[in-house]
């Protein structure tokens, strides 16, 4: 039985892990680089480690530094977040030779779905539909050439190590087919130092829909249904909801039977996604498997109404799963956005720093994962992701106002954040209707980043000083101000109740 686990990993998915942890009475111990001694998942977590400099390749995915905590620790497991080393088949090798459960996959799971073209064929084998194109890195550019002519243009020339939408290239016509395929070499070789690329069809007016699967060290598996994730900017995720607003029973059905193929296929246990690429006629096929905890597990859990991260620690503990399929279903609608530490209006260029002030938004159906607080600087060395707001309602329209009602509450000074330009998103016709795809924040880019800061910015001066002259008057005994304008005939009445306040 895990009692004590050690999360290699920082920010919000640190602490995320630490709090089912908690709920379960497993003790939960942090690791952290120098430049995180004063970060929240340090100070929430029963006992903290320091494993190196600040640069994440000297720190969180130096493996020999994280066993060496975890060995100092006497913890019984390791929960590696997502990103860092949580796809590293090699940790989770080492964890197992050093004798602690690694709460992930097995190395054999991690190795095949991580390579893109090993991948593709393990599920071409086990009759998952997988996108149109090559299971062979491209070797000579004239075969390429002669391959893409084949399958018709536009294909995409993608990484097989890829990951993070790195190393992808979208090619419209003949003559950028050699450019695209040498800098998506370079930048997979940079990123993930193996340059293999290989073709894949381009799917039009895409959408990206994935399944969350899990299965235990039984022969169980399960899918909890879908997420919606074709809000994105530069092929990375930026808001994601479920159920997705274009699925129907039969098409989540199949798709659901063939997230559990392919898990299946890898024999996988633990928590994992099948990300699909879906076109505009529901056609669907596979485009990666995820194994690993992934960023939007939030809205699954609302929505299926689990706990992801106990579900991994009771099957890394080998228990049977809990769950059956037909016990589980979707209720209501939850939504997630990304917010990150970044300046939407120049590039969307990381702006790290003090965080002099920050109100995190509260209330019915409202989730925030996040781990700055005042007073906290965030580090350049990291992903600037700050927190993710999901909200749960029980139609999609509410979901919609509610996240619009938590991200005008959601104030931070100090740094600029996406916060502004999410809210736009929740204004624009074709997401309110559910009409988007992958293409919907480049078709809207100019609504999106056409802010009308100053007049937001006024508006929250107005209020805050209003608030301040109500307290003033309440103070001097005089009729409260009706901040929301006309007759002043209901506060009257309570101006007794108030005075007492
Ligand atoms: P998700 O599919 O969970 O939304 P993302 O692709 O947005 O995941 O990536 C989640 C995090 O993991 C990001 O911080 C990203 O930079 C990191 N990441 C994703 N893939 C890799 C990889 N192959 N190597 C290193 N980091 C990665
Ligand atoms: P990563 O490992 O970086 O997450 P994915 O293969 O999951 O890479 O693709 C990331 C995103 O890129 C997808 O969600 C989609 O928007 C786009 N994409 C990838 N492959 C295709 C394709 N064949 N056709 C259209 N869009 C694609
Ligand atoms: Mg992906």
Redesign the pocket.
Known sequence: MIKKVLVANRGEIAIRVMRSCREMGIQSVAVFSEADRTSMHVRYADEAYCIGPSASNESYLVIDNIIEAAKKSKVDAIHPGYGFLSENATFSDRCKKEGIIFIGPSSHAINTMGD?ITARKTMQKANVPV?P?TTEPIQDLDKAVAVIKEIGLP??I?ASA???????R?VMKEEDILPAVSSSKSEAKAAFGDDSVYI?????S?H?IEFQILADNHGNCIHLFERE??V?RR???VIEETPSPVMTPEVRDEMGKYAVAAAKAVNYSGAGTI?F?VDDQLNY?F??M?TRLQVEHPITERVVGVDLVKEQINIANNEPLSLKQEDLSQKGHAIECRIYAEDPENNFMPNPGLIKHITEPLGLGVRHDGYVYKGYEIPMYYDPLISKLIVWAPTRTEAIDRMKRALYAYKIIGIKTSIPFLNRIMDVPAFRQGKYN?HFIQDNEEFLLNEEKPSQKLKDIASIAAFFSYLKKLEKHQSPVNLNGGSNWKTFGRKKSLERL
């Open positions: 893109k996108v194109g294909v995409m993608k890829g990951g993070g939408g790195k190393g992808m979208l894949e069809k381009y799917i039009n895409p990206h994730c074709s994105q092929h990375q995720k990300e690429i096929y485009l990666e995820n992958t």
